[in-house]
């Protein structure tokens, strides 16, 4: 058997995920950072993506929409603190294309507007695209 190690996704509505896998790919606010068995610890921001997981056995990969939050790997077991989490096969993709719709036609008036105007548009690419998937 692969080496794994124990990965839980929590929201501050529930508890999405608590099961062992063999590999995480996390989208860490400033990029895509890969996560394997007994890594070294680490704290890290979380950003705005898909987030994939290797379960123990092998079979396909599970896809997740992460919406910011902070991760942390230690004793071999990833804990991600999730603002938004959400199993791709449970997106919407007519929700999803509505917020695109919505972002893109927002018209942002100052430097606050703007910021907030890109983080909508990423989180509704991230999830078309993990919808259509």
Same mark, same amino acid.
């Not at 529930?14 to 608590?18: F, N």
């Given at each position: ?7 839980t996704?929590v929201?501050p509505a ?5 099961e062992?896998v ?5 989208p ?6 890969g996560v %394997?068995?007994?890594?070294? &610890?680490?704290? %890290?921001k979380?950003?705005?993506g898909?987030?994939?997981?290797? &379960?123990v056995?092998?079979? %396909?990969?599970?896809?997740?929409y992460i919406?910011?939050?902070f991760?942390?790997?230690n ?11 959400t199993?791709?096969d $449970? ?6 294309q509505?917020?695109l $719709?919505?972002?893109?036609a927002r018209? &942002?008036h100052?430097d ?10 990423a989180?509704?690419?991230? $999830?078309?695209?993990l919808? $259509?998937?």
């Open positions: 058997m692969a080496q794994s190690f124990q990965c996704i929201t529930r508890q999405v995920l608590d062992q063999t590999y995480v790919s996390v860490a606010h400033d990029g895509l950072m %394997a068995p007994h890594r070294a &610890p680490l704290v %890290a979380l950003g705005v898909a987030l994939r997981l290797d &379960p056995g092998g079979g %396909a990969s599970r896809w997740y919406g910011g939050g991760v942390q790997m004793d071999n077991r990833l804990t991600l603190l999730a603002n938004e989490a199993e791709a $449970k997106l919407n993709r007519e929700e999803a509505a917020a $719709k919505e972002a893109q018209v &942002p100052s606050e507007e703007f910021d907030h105007a890109q983080r909508d548009l989180k509704a690419r991230t $999830k078309l695209q919808a $259509k998937s």
